[in-house]
């Protein structure tokens, strides 16, 4: 099965700290592939390799069978490679359903048309209400995005992702943030995400990491110690030793 995403020996320094080390990965069609850590290990600045944000030292991104290492986070998001933010990304005072809508407009190549209405557009109206009941939000259309919990920001800024049409998820911390019952809805919504098209999950709640992922990479000082199923991460005493038996990990 040839992956979807693939990280070849990617290295990232400032200065004398080497913050990723010849680190290789790879995400494959239809899995939710969790990266996991402690503080401080890495994870931040690879996904900023990985979606242009950061330009790598050395090393390769390969994305849906192309060379992507020299392209611009813009280029690589035209080609597919979508993103979510730890800190929330949305324009609150919009109703969901423009924000979805704006989105939608984007991916379609007219952003010229930014300040128009753009959710009184029923070719773009449409297409981001589906949206926006995909991911639970179907209620929600007309309430300003600044309105909603904390949990439907999450749902929303989800939604904004899926309407550029993603090959490839990267989330960043979705969970954050998030009370019990916002953290179970949002992984049981993940579960129907990766229906879509898979997902990099970087996640400190352990508990929705090992409900979700089909496999797991745990990074730690800038390097992939191990890669495995749930099970097998759950039992390698490498890890339990650098990360999972930290207690003051979560």
Do not use: W
Not at 196 to 225: K, N, Q, T, W
């Amino acid at each position: 099965m040839t992956p979807v995403l693939q990280l070849e020996n990617l290295n990232k320094a400032y200065g004398a700290l080497q913050v990723t080390k010849n680190l290789s990965l790879d995400v494959r069609p239809g899995e939710i592939h969790a990266l996991i850590g402690p503080n401080g290990a890495g994870k931040t600045t690879l996904i900023g390799q990985i979606s242009g944000a950061l330009t790598s030292d050395s090393g390769r991104v390969l994305f849906a069978g192309r060379d992507v290492s020299r392209l611009s986070l813009p280029e690589r998001a035209r080609a597919g490679l979508g993103r979510t933010f730890q800190i929330t990304q949305i324009l609150p005072e919009f109703s969901a359903l423009e924000n979805v809508a704006l989105a939608v407009q984007a991916h379609e190549g007219h952003s010229f048309r930014f300040f128009r209405n753009a959710a009184t557009d029923p070719s773009l109206n449409d297409k981001a209400a589906a949206i926006l009941a995909d991911v639970g939000l179907g209620d929600r259309c007309t309430e300003p995005a600044g309105q909603l919990s904390h949990g439907e920001k999450r749902s929303l800024e989800l939604a904004l992702a899926l309407a550029l049409e993603p090959k490839l998820l990267l989330l960043d911390e979705p969970m954050a943030g998030t009370g019990p019952a916002e953290t179970e809805r949002l992984t049981e919504l993940l579960k129907t995400v990766k229906n879509r098209c898979p997902l990099l999950l970087v996640e400190h709640d352990m508990a929705a990491v090992f409900e979700l992922a089909d496999r797991i990479s745990v990074l730690v000082y800038g390097e992939i110690i191990a890669t495995g199923t749930p099970d097998q991460i759950r039992a390698s005493k490498e890890v339990q030793s650098a990360y999972l038996g930290e207690e003051d990990e979560t």
